[in-house]
């Protein structure tokens, strides 16, 4: 599949929340004045046409501010690996090889998953007792838990949100996601709109029974008042936690 270049910022909200989010998406932020870009456009270019099944997007960090901002992209060459709206991994600089081992072993984890999906299909093959279809399963409670085990940790700072950072579908969201950039947090997100299981099973899994949620670190801090009072007490709060 080839390189995707970002013409507009709808084109890009509609890529990162698209029907297809469910891909990898690997997101270049890069400008043309940056030497370490020119390299590395030969290099994604070339990761793109390996790795077809997942979606390769450039954006020109000069062009695109608001979505530079979005990210939090202070430099370049700068890349985000996105799925479902979640970040999964973030690299600086002009590094090929750690940028094809990030989405190598992504594609393999994809890969797998895939393996197993396609193994539980053929098992209720024409011989099934079942005739008609049935509805999906709900998910085991120990499956579930390591999802959101998993969601917790995809970045040191995750906010699960109603919504997205472009366009939360909450009050106490689009705060939260102004304190976070107020004070130059990268932050991973997970819109709980789009996943009820995982909406329902965090009120559970994390004992706190509102949204939006923090996680610094794989710990909950609290949602949008916690914040507000953390920040309070001492101005370097997230400073402090992202470093402990």
């Not at 004045?33 to 270019?45: G, I, K």
């Not at 009820?196 to 939006?212: C, I």
């Amino acid at each position: 599949m080839s390189v995707v270049e970002i013409t507009s910022d709808q084109q890009f909200h509609d890529i990162t929340n698209g029907a297809e989010a469910d891909k990898l998406i690997v997101l270049y932020f890069q400008t043309q004045w940056a030497e370490p870009c020119v390299h590395m456009n030969s290099v994604f270019t070339s990761l793109a046409e390996i790795y077809p099944q997942h979606q390769f997007v450039s954006v020109n960090a000069d062009d695109f501010p608001d979505v530079a901002e979005l990210l939090d992209v202070s430099a370049v060459p700068y890349f985000v690996l996105l799925r479902n709206r979640t970040i999964i991994k973030e690299l600086s600089g002009a590094d090929p090889k750690g940028l094809s081992s990030a989405i190598q072993a992504v594609s393999a984890d994809s890969t797998q998953a895939q393996s197993e999906a396609a193994a539980a299909a053929t098992s209720s093959g024409p011989n099934s007792k079942t005739a008609t279809p049935q509805n999906e399963p709900e998910e085991a409670e120990e499956d579930l838990n390591n999802r959101l085990r998993k969601l917790i940790s995809a970045a040191p700072v995750m906010l699960f949100m109603k919504g997205t950072p472009a366009e939360p579908k909450c009050g106490f969201s689009r705060q939260l996601v102004a304190i976070l950039r107020e004070n130059q947090v990268r932050f991973g997100f997970f819109d709980i709109l789009k996943d009820n299981a995982v909406r329902q099973g965090l009120k559970t899994y994390s004992d706190w029974p509102t949204f939006p949620q923090l996680y610094i670190n794989g710990e909950l801090q609290g949602g949008l008042d916690i914040v507000k009072e953390l920040l309070k007490e001492d101005p370097k709060f997230f400073e402090k936690a992202v470093n402990q």
